[in-house]
T-cell receptor, first 117, second 121 residues
Framework: AQKVTQAQTEISVVEKEDVTLDCVYE???????LFWYKQPPSGELVFLIR??????QNEISGRYSWNFQKSTSSFNFTITASQVVDSAVYFC??????????????FGTGTRLQVTL | GAVVSQHPSWVICKSGTSVKIECRSL??????MFWYRQFPKQSLMLMAT?????????EQGVEKDKFLINHASLTLSTLTVTSAHPEDSSFYIC?????????????????FGDGTRLSIL
């Protein structure tokens, strides 16, 4: 069984602050994939990143960065210099990689980020 | 890039009505589509996996006769909420995997539709 835990239900920051969203996962597979999605108030899911379990390199994309620590089963997401437009619910998700499975996504409960002026 | 279209965006109907939601992959063929349900301020929960040309695979606790899934073509899956009741009110969202992206089935991002807000009065 796989599980994704996002312990932070809601986070509120002032614009330009840095913020880190935590994600801890559980899986029995040695090969798996981790994702982050953004869900703005309009409801659609916006894909942010995919990381496979063999690639522990941290990644930076503009103001976004991700820290994958396999030893602690964590895949944290940091937004640098947050902006009001970053306000949304952010979901961490896990997909196992067994051949022949449907590779469905297991989502965490989400972290609601509120960025204010 | 790949796009998934979901229709309708929102629907309001009376209790007892059946509601059909469509999920289309616009520029790729999707042998597998997924249907999720999201209650307000909660996470997305997988309801079922829709397989083209075969029966859908439902998650535990999801009523097959209540949520009918049809995946008759490689670009279209439909979810029909039969005899809907107020407790079925929710945000339903579909996704499709593009088999043309990547060598592994799992490392492709699923492309999500924009979701359907269903309100049953």
């Amino acid at each position: 069984a796989q599980k994704v835990t996002q312990a932070q239900t809601e986070i509120s920051v002032v614009e330009k602050e840095d913020v880190t969203l935590d994600c801890v996962y559980e899986t029995r597979d040695t090969t798996y994939y981790l994702f982050w999605y953004k869900q703005p108030p309009s409801g659609e899911l916006v894909f942010l990143i995919r990381r496979n379990s063999f690639d522990e390199q941290n990644e930076i994309s503009g103001r976004y960065s991700w820290n994958f620590q396999k030893s602690t089963s964590s895949f944290n997401f940091t937004i640098t210099a947050s902006q009001v437009v970053d306000s949304a619910v952010y979901f961490c998700a896990l997909s196992e990689a067994q051949i022949g499975t449907a590779s469905k996504l297991t989502f965490g409960t989400g972290t609601r980020l509120q960025v204010t002026l | 890039g790949a796009v998934v279209s979901q229709h309708p965006s929102w629907v309001i109907c009376k209790s007892g009505t059946s509601v059909k939601i469509e999920c289309r992959s616009l520029d790729f063929q999707a042998t597998t589509m997924f249907w999720y349900r999201q209650f307000p301020k909660q996470s997305l929960m997988l309801m079922a996996t829709s397989n083209e040309g075969s029966k859908a695979t439902y998650e535990q606790g999801v009523e097959k006769d209540k949520f009918l899934i049809n995946h008759a073509s490689l670009t279209l899956s439909t979810l029909t909420v039969t005899s809907a009741h107020p407790e079925d009110s929710s945000f339903y969202i579909c996704s499709a995997r593009n088999p043309g992206q990547g060598a592994s089935k799992s490392n492709q991002p699923q492309h999500f539709g924009d979701g359907t807000r269903l309100s049953i009065l």
